[in-house]
């Protein structure tokens, strides 16, 4: 009989208490239920660090976008483009404008805004 781990059931992987920053700022640790090596961009979800991370390339060579993070489900809700908009003090508005549309401080932490020239 072969025993599941936690971390299959929930596809949700929790590091070990270390954690060793790496060059390209992640962060690596290895998963306490399958032990296998995990990787993280900002602490908060962990993915298994085999191969490479898709969405920390699109977001390094692409154009700069905002984005609604549904964090409970570690899923990508929208993006918005901000090419069109004129420096920093119009994208910081924006982002107030899309914090208010989305009712993200209502949200207890569910959601967040998060600026892919953050993760750069």
Not at 1 to 26: F, I, N
Not at 27 to 45: F, G, H, L, M
Request: proline share 2%.
């Amino acid at each position: 009989m072969l025993a599941l781990t936690q971390c299959w059931y929930t596809r949700k992987h929790v590091p070990e208490r270390t954690k060793h920053k790496e060059d390209d700022g992640s962060w690596t640790s290895y998963c306490r239920y399958c032990e296998k090596k995990i990787v993280s961009w900002a602490k908060d979800s962990w993915s298994l660090a085999d191969g490479f991370n898709v969405s920390r390339i699109a977001e390094t060579v692409g154009p700069r976008f905002l984005y609604l993070l549904d964090v409970a489900d570690d899923m990508v809700v929208s993006r918005y483009p901000v090419d069109h908009l004129d420096g920093e003090e119009a994208i910081e508005a924006y982002k107030e404008e899309l914090r208010e549309q989305h009712a993200v401080e209502e949200s207890d932490g569910q959601y967040v805004i998060c600026d892919s020239a953050d993760d750069a």
